[in-house]
């Protein structure tokens, strides 16, 4: 094995990213993602790579649009509020069927908000980012290893469907800091991209990259063969871990870092006797309704960990089916729960069903 | 360990200075009266000095650090009371200065007074295992890029090679090469080497000298 190094979440996705392929980074600053602009501004130069700090978001991800039409791996980075910038952008990128991976570093908001970690984008990031009918792969890492594996396996998704992938971290991940290997991660070849503006050299039609589609006949046939794309990732592509879950009457539903405070309070309720369990959806979409419809089957209760007022919790209630009583544990504005408050959710959620 | 009156620390992002700043403190609050840590970090507003401020109270440390710090306003500001690091000669400060070279800016302001007064000592903070400075040659341009930002120039090299919670022994006497690398190519001295509590025992007799850290600035 290659040797570890003590990284920020924020710099292994950075250097994850430049080990994928990524030669191409657009980004401007914003706490708490800041380190991968950073990373980049000082790494990209010296591997022949771009690194440019636009004028704003707008900006970088509209560099990202133009990168991805010429079939190069490409990404940019922010946090909440920045993400928000970038929402016209996203959908232009899914509306030209464009491959591309971005990172979300959250923060509380809403507004400006604060600086300290939040998971309040799951709504904006599940459900597209932008207007229009469209999705984007949306990965949850809760290491900082998996900060490196989800970002080349969000380029690879990205690229095997044509469409944006996007990393959803919180600040707590993208400030700590965790020893990871690098050097290690596979990474499969970008696939070719026949659709992409590298010039025609005389030998084939133009490649036309484009969002705009004023027949509605035919706008509506664009977006059919798109859901059917996603209709193929909901089934080949969804990532979870479950954690304790096979005989758990009670299942903690929770991403991210909710997830690691999460399975700490699974453990402290097992040992109280307690039969609690933990599924952390690693895609947030496509949403692992799999594992939560088969929970529904045995356990009793579930309850859903979330560092925003309760979004996540609308997914489990669906794949539940509302078979189950879900449950909502939360704190919100940058505050995150710590195991005692889990545990506590637990206990009174198992009072209530003993 | 002996301190002079101001003990400046700097190095790469992300090197451990804030811990090692804050034990410096402490252990100096024990041997001296009238001890102030200085958090003149204008990079990063998620670990902060400010973080251990009702351990400083209860040992009589004085925090000079910005209003804003740990404050939720993400504002890189410097502290009002920022001149009296180098105006009251009585006091003793341990200074935690920002990362890289960008951080090391703000220390740039008290410059002229600290050479002038030349009782203190300038320490570059290194650690191996992290991304951008594995080894000397990439540690002494970030060095470089320090005191080129704050003119001031380094006295000394403190070992902080680490991998967090996994660090063992191993690790951290593998790094003493590296570490004496650093050093004679920066022609300073190896002033230090950094250990958390666990290793201290087992590494005491192996490493002169060596500095005992309780990790303060944690993640969850």
């Known amino acids: ?354 | 360990m002996h301190y002079k009156r101001l003990t400046i620390l700097c190095g790469h992002y992300g090197s451990g200075k804030t811990n090692i700043a804050v034990n410096m403190a402490f252990d100096l609050a024990a041997q001296r009266e009238n001890v102030a840590i200085a958090d003149l970090d204008i990079v990063n507003p998620y670990f902060r000095s400010k973080d251990s401020e009702d351990e400083f109270k209860a040992r009589g440390i004085r925090l000079i650090c910005s209003d804003f710090a740990s404050s939720n306003v993400d504002l890189p500001s410097m502290p009002a009371d920022l001149y009296s690091i180098t105006d009251d000669k009585s006091m003793s400060v341990v200074l935690d200065i920002g990362g890289d070279d960008r951080g090391a800016y703000a220390l740039g302001r008290l410059r002229d007074a600290i050479k002038a007064e030349n009782d203190y000592e300038m320490l570059m903070v290194v650690n191996k295992f992290r991304p951008l400075t594995p080894d000397a040659e990439s540690t002494i341009e970030v060095m470089r890029e320090i005191e080129w930002a704050c003119g001031i120039p380094f006295t000394g090299i403190i070992n902080n090679s680490n991998l967090a919670g996994e660090t063992d022994a191993d690790d951290v006497l593998g790094s003493l090469t590296y570490a004496e690398e650093v050093a004679k190519l920066a022609n300073l001295p190896l002033v230090l080497t950094t250990v958390e509590e666990k290793l201290y025992d087992e590494l005491k007799d192996k490493i002169s000298p060596l500095f005992r850290l309780k990790l303060q600035a944690r993640p969850v």
């Open chain 1, 1 to 354: 094995m290659a040797d570890k190094i003590l990284m920020k979440g924020n710099e292994a996705i950075a250097a994850a990213a430049i080990k994928a392929g990524c030669m191409h980074y657009f980004g401007y600053p914003i706490t708490p993602q800041t380190e991968i602009a950073a990373y980049m501004a000082k790494v990209m130069p010296k591997i022949g790579g771009t690194f440019l700090q636009a004028e704003s978001e707008i900006a970088a991800i509209n560099m990202v649009y133009g990168v991805a039409s010429a079939g190069k791996r490409v990404m940019t980075s922010s946090s909440s509020p920045g993400v928000s910038l970038k929402g016209e952008g996203l959908s232009y990128l899914a509306g030209s069927d464009l491959p591309a991976l971005i990172v979300n570093v959250q923060r509380g908001g809403p507004g400006l908000g604060g600086i300290q970690p939040s998971q309040s984008d799951y709504f904006q990031s599940t459900r597209g980012g932008g207007h229009g009918d469209y999705h984007m792969i949306v990965l949850a890492p809760a290491s900082v290893q998996e900060m490196a594996e989800l970002t080349v396996k969000g380029f690879e998704l990205a690229d095997t469907y044509r469409m944006t992938a996007m990393i959803l971290a919180d600040g707590t991940m993208g400030q700590m800091m965790e020893p990871v290997s690098i050097d290690d991660l596979k990474v499969n070849p970008a696939p070719e991209k026949p659709w992409a503006t590298t010039g025609t050299k005389m030998a084939r039609e133009h490649n036309i990259v484009n969002s705009l589609s004023l027949v509605p006949e035919e706008l509506e046939e664009l977006n059919f063969k798109r859901y059917d794309r996603y209709k193929v990732i909901e089934e080949n592509e969804t990532m979870y871990e479950e954690y304790m879950v096979e005989d758990a009457d009670i299942v903690l539903a929770a991403f991210g870092i909710a997830a690691r405070v999460s399975k700490n309070a699974v453990d402290e309720a097992r040992k109280l006797g307690i039969k609690a369990g933990l599924i952390r959806p690693i895609t947030l979409w496509p949403f692992p309704k799999a594992p939560f419809k088969a929970a529904a089957e045995h356990a009793k209760a579930f309850i859903s960990v979330e560092l925003n007022m309760g979004q996540m919790i609308e997914d489990v209630i669906l794949a539940t089916e509302s078979k189950r009583p879900v449950t909502l544990c939360n704190r919100a504005g940058g505050m995150i729960p710590d195991p005692a408050q889990v545990l506590n959710a637990i206990k009174e959620v198992n009072g209530g069903i003993a």
